[in-house]
């Protein structure tokens, strides 16, 4: 299993959330508790080893191609394939994902840090996470399962009216990523834009593997829809539900250039919300600028 992210597969998850959700009841879905803070002296090995700078451009708003709809099970026509990679302006040859801010954003100040939000959208867990950010004015990348798209569309259209970033994060989540041929994960990225197009009319621009597991064709696939790959290099690991004290430390390590990693989806994030809600405002007072990628 790859480092940071969840390994079941999402359809079963959704399930085990369901059940999990009536038994804590909403009374909990709505409590921030206060967590315990740690030293930075305690929290070594949290952090992806260092990769070499790349050169990338900014990001740039975009309307829906007329290509997106591929493979788009609702339509009563087949869609068009996407193009060949000669027809796609100014691609750029990724061979790694972007681990820092100035991977993606190269003129972003050095004090920019960006915090990343995997597997939802989640009916209870999302609007949680939303609701501290906007408690402390900070904006975030959620990087979002199609199928979690599709069954909860006013999450997802919730996320971008609040001014947060949506990356396209496949549509089932396999595990492991890179074990699908061309075809299967070229469908996994089609699908995922397509349930964010219908939900939200915006067009992803970022792409995260699950499991941040990367191979050339998974390079490939992205190429064909100018999707810039993503990972993160500070990760808590709160999938794993360590404690509300292990996530908050892992976070406050982040400094100018990081992309962090959370989840709102694929289990109980109460965890994770309650850690946000403590390290949010430390990182704040350390002059950090959040930043959407």
Request: hydrophobic share 40%.
């Amino acid at each position: 299993m790859v480092q940071g992210d969840a390994p079941a597969s999402h359809p079963a998850d959704s399930d085990l959330e369901r059940r999990s959700l009536l038994r804590i009841g909403l009374s909990a879905a709505v409590s921030i508790t206060a967590a315990a803070h740690i030293p930075r002296a305690v929290r070594a090995g949290a952090r992806r080893a260092t990769a070499p700078e790349s050169e990338t451009n900014a990001l740039a708003e975009r309307s829906a191609p007329q290509w997106l709809w591929v493979r788009d099970t609702h339509s009563p026509t087949p869609a068009p394939s996407p193009p060949p990679l000669s027809t796609i302006s100014a691609v750029h040859p990724w061979a790694r994902p972007a681990y820092y801010v100035r991977d993606v954003l190269p003129d972003a100040p050095a004090s920019a840090i960006a915090l990343t939000v995997d597997d939802g959208p989640h009916p209870v867990y999302t609007p949680m996470v939303l609701e501290v950010l906007r408690r402390y004015g900070v904006k975030a990348t959620f990087s979002m399962i199609g199928i979690n798209v599709q069954r909860y569309p006013g999450v997802a259209r919730q996320v971008v009216a609040e001014g947060h970033t949506i990356s396209n994060h496949s549509m089932w989540h396999p595990i492991p990523f890179t074990a699908l041929n061309h075809a299967a994960i070229h469908a996994e990225v089609a699908d995922a834009m397509n349930r964010v197009w219908d939900a939200t009319r915006t067009v992803p621009r970022l792409f995260r593997a699950p499991g941040g597991s990367w191979s050339p064709t998974v390079f490939d696939a992205l190429a064909r829809y100018d999707l810039v790959p993503v990972d993160w290099d500070v990760d808590p690991r709160d999938w794993t539900v360590p404690g509300v004290a292990h996530i908050e430390g892992v976070l406050d390590t982040g400094r100018g250039g990081d992309i962090l990693l959370c989840h709102d989806g694929g289990g109980n994030r109460l965890q994770t919300v309650q850690a946000l809600n403590q390290v949010l405002p430390a990182l704040l007072d350390r002059k950090l600028e959040f930043v959407t990628l």
